[in-house]
């Protein structure tokens, strides 16, 4: 059912992934404690989203209500519109790391994600035999402005974009194989 993957799409991600922390360098250099973004972004109410999934999850709490907000009555998470898929893996290194530093990770990953999905989808499209266009259409996708808008602005899950790439490339291998031409 699952191909293979061909080991360059490994080194295309990490080409990416250095992209990354090149174009929001300095950062690197204190993961575990600065966000990502502008000083008034959005990444500090990620960041205590991700601090209340944690801290639910270690206690037994309800990760949908948050009581510590909307006092004395609480709050829903489901009014917040924050949910846990849209901060993993975040939350879950945030187990394991500082929030910050989860968080900076996490938005790393996701942009390197989005140029290598380009990527893959243009692959799949040109049918060339050098990866040059491909690698180009993955970066321009990857920084793209809109994406240093949301990345300015702390919005975590508008940086995921990823998946459409990966939608239209599984849309036209589904198209083929309905036709019956791969």
């Known amino acids: 059912m699952f191909k293979r993957i061909p080991a360059h799409h490994l ?4 080409l990416y ?3 990354a922390i090149g174009m929001t360098y300095p950062v690197i ?4 404690t600065q966000f990502l973004g502008g000083d008034t972004s959005d990444a500090y109410e990620m960041a205590r989203h991700v601090w209340w999934f944690k801290t ?3 206690n037994g709490n309800d990760i949908f209500w948050q009581s510590n907000l909307g006092y004395p009555d609480g709050f829903s998470g489901v009014t917040l519109w924050a949910n846990p898929l849209q901060f993993f893996p975040m939350w879950l290194f945030a187990f394991i790391m500082p929030i910050a530093m989860a968080y900076n990770i996490t ?10 999905a380009m990527y893959a989808l243009a692959r799949h499209c040109f049918q060339h035999s050098h990866h040059t266009p491909a690698l180009v259409a993955g970066l321009i996708y990857m920084i793209f402005p809109v994406f240093q808008g949301h990345l300015f602005d702390g919005h975590a899950g508008l940086m995921v974009q990823w998946t459409v790439p990966l939608l239209i490339y599984a849309l036209f291998d589904y198209t083929k194989k309905v036709r019956g031409v791969g």
């Open 56 to 58: 639910a999850i270690q």
């Open 29 to 32: 250099t204190s993961l575990s």
């Open 107 to 116: 938005i790393l990953i996701t942009m390197a994600l989005n140029g290598w």
């Open 11 to 14: 080194l295309v991600f990490l």
């Open 17 to 19: 992934l250095l992209v």
